[in-house]
Nanobody, 123 residues
Framework: VQLQASGGGLVQAGGSLRLSCVVS????????MGWFRQAPGKEREFVAT???????YYADSVKGRFTISRDNAKAPVYLQMNNLKPEDTAVYYC??????????????????WGQGTQVTVSS
């Protein structure tokens, strides 16, 4: 399984970005997908996850502003980020793990990772 994240950039506070993660997997629909982020000097933190049935779960810090979605026919995963804040500045990573019944919000629970894409929000 290979993941390729893109879509990061520089945006002003209040603006929007959409991140994409292209997944090369024969059975993409059977993987749970997640987005994480890591700011300088901080640990990698959970942002959002979506399972095989399109159920979603978000970190409290992004709930109501970010939306995770997937297209099982074409195998991308998206993270729509609205009303961005300077504290959202980080490198964003997409991740994948074979699906299971429970939500996975820790980085060690994911088996496959993309290379990361930088998001910078200016005040």
């Amino acid at each position: 399984v290979q993941l390729q994240a893109s879509g990061g950039g520089l945006v002003q506070a209040g603006g929007s970005l959409r991140l994409s993660c292209v997944v090369s997997a024969r059975t993409f629909s059977r993987y749970d997908m997640g987005w994480f982020r890591q700011a300088p000097g901080k640990e990698r933190e959970f942002v959002a996850t979506i399972n095989w049935s399109d159920s979603t779960y978000y970190a409290d810090s992004v709930k109501g502003r970010f939306t995770i979605s997937r297209d099982n026919a074409k195998a991308p995963v998206y993270l729509q980020m609205n009303n961005l804040k300077p504290e959202d500045t980080a490198v964003y990573y997409c991740a994948a793990v074979f699906t299971s019944a429970r939500w996975k919000t820790n980085s060690y629970e994911y088996d496959y990772w993309g290379q990361g894409t930088q998001v910078t929000v200016s005040s």
